[in-house]
């Protein structure tokens, strides 16, 4: 018997499929727009997640990569774990690359900070697209921070996105499976 696991979703909204985070803090890098950051913040708040945008940080200088035109992630998120909030989402318009991957829509510590980059995330798209491209991305990354991995269900929130085609397909929920493994970390 094969079941459907993209039949399984959550919907954004229901008590299960919430993402499990009282107060987040967004950090914007600066350049960024902060309108889109405050827009992110009532697209989590209307999520249960109580999120305010704090003043812009300098980017670190000695991320930026001149031959690749863009900024190594790992000082990035270094620089938002040292915020001191629990929850921390550092954003950034400048495109990210980490270790041997090309690009990265984000990066995240188990148990601490993460970071999204929006440098991709434009590409193609209009207000609406991007706005929910930006929500997935950013539940992707707060749930790695929740010690989620990748998922494979392609429909899920937590399936590791290569390309944006994949960003697209999948929703903005964690599906039953890291629901039930949010669950199982939370009674550790
Ligand atoms: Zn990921
Ligand atoms: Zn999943």
Known sequence: MSRRLSDTRVRPGEQAGRVPIDELVIVPF?????????????ELAARGISTRV???VPLPDAAYTPTRGQYR?????????GHGAR???GITHRDLFARDL??????????????VSTARLVI?????????????????EL???LGLEHCTDPG????????????????????????ARLHAKQRR
Do not use: W
């Open 156 to 179: 899920c929130v937590m399936y590791f996105s290569n390309r944006l085609a994949d960003t697209d397909r999948k929703g903005d929920a964690y599906c039953e499976r890291c629901v």
């Open 124 to 140: 193609g798209a209009d207000d609406e697209l991007f706005r929910a491209r930006l929500l997935k991305e950013a539940v992707h």
């Open 73 to 81: 992630g790992e000082p990035l998120l270094a620089l938002v774990s």
């Open 54 to 56: 704090d003043a812009p």
């Open 102 to 115: 090309n690009f990265i829509f984000g990066i995240a510590s188990p148990g601490g900070a993460c970071v």
């Open 30 to 42: 600066e350049g960024f727009p902060a309108q889109i950051a405050q827009a992110l913040a009532e």
């Open 143 to 145: 749930g790695h921070t």
């Open 87 to 89: 929850h921390v989402l």
